[in-house]
């Protein structure tokens, strides 16, 4: 039997991290476990020359920063307003 390397190890976490960000009800953690696990795909396909993989993950990624800023300064109005 054939041992499973350090890179399959980042995929099986990446796929792990996104299918329990789809779990959240809370949206801050949907957003931060899917990014985590959208930037261990980018890893992972990099590695295996997946480019597909590592473009529409590191996508993803990026929508998920841009609504985490969104929620955060959101936040952060409101303390300022309050």
Request: with cysteine.
């Given at each position: 039997?054939?041992?499973?390397?350090?890179?399959?190890?980042?995929?099986?976490?990446?796929?792990?991290?996104?299918?329990?960000?789809?779990?959240?009800?809370?949206?801050?953690?949907?957003?931060?476990?899917?990014?985590?696990g959208?930037?261990?795909?980018?890893?992972?396909?990099?590695?295996?020359?997946?480019?597909?993989?590592?473009?529409?993950?590191?996508?993803?990624?990026?929508?998920?920063?841009?609504?985490?800023?969104?929620?955060?300064?959101?936040k952060?109005?409101?303390?300022?307003?309050?």
């Amino acid at each position: 039997m054939e041992a499973v390397n350090t890179i399959e190890i980042i995929g099986y976490f990446a796929s792990v991290m996104v299918a329990i960000s789809l779990m959240m009800k809370n949206i801050i953690w949907l957003r931060w476990l899917n990014f985590v696990g959208c930037t261990l795909f980018v890893i992972y396909g990099v590695f295996i020359s997946a480019w597909p993989v590592a473009g529409m993950n590191a996508f993803v990624a990026c929508i998920n920063i841009y609504h985490l800023t969104k929620i955060y300064r959101a936040k952060a109005l409101e303390q300022a307003v309050a």
